[in-house]
């Protein structure tokens, strides 16, 4: 024990003390972020999946989380992620070194650096030292310098198109996440209003529709007067007529028979008739 003696403390090993735990805690930090999951804590497995923040999640655990959320202290933090569309699964490049033991000092400090995956453009380790992003549209992991010294519309890993908009900063600065937080709203304003558009769009060709059965209704109920006309002039026969005569009768209009129930076009109808009482439908 030191200090304890009467013993002064030279200035540099006071130093040395107090900058070691720091550096240990920022391992720590990193180590937190880039190996585990956001939401449990436990070590990352894939399949991994990153949100519209950037950060890390096991899929089962986030699969467990949009189930019952209730289950999880830190649900608030996470009030982003409301279903699958929140997400997206990664695809990563494993690093073919890791896991290996260092032929050096088998110091833990290093390990700790050491990285599962990698880039597959420079081949950095995804150990939180460099800047790592993945693309929206198809999910592959970069590295930022991977993304910067190579610019190009089309991913490196596979080939897929993508915009600067579906870039996102995984386990970025605070700053950077309310970048991508505010990407991200701008996002869902956009899906939503192309949504209403949609719904807009099919909201008119259906009354388009409704417009024309409405015209094709009008003409059915002239028909329905002229032949009720000659219907009067038969026999009281001709009042009850049998369904499947009616059918079969050259006499009568075929706007005629499809007022009845026998007739092909009434089987085929997935609606009730607008003005005849069909018992199929009431
Ligand atoms: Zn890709």
Redesign the pocket.
Known sequence: MGCDGGTIPKRDELVRTKKKPEQKDKTADLDAKWKHCAITQEPLREPIMACELGKLYNKEAVLEFLIDRSKFECASSFEHLKGLKDLKEL?LTENKGYGRPKSEKGDSYIDTQDAKYICPVVGITMNGKHGFSY?WS???VLSDRALKEVKSDI?H????K?TQDDVITLNGTEEEVERLRQRMRTRKEQAKLAKKAKKHKVETSESETKTSDVKKAKTEKVATKTSSKEGASGGPKDKTPNPLSIQKDPKTSATYKSLFTSSNKAKNQQSAHWVTYNPFYN
Not at 157 to 160: L, P, R
């Open positions: 695809k693309i198809c999910g592959c991913c890993k596979c080939g897929s993508f």
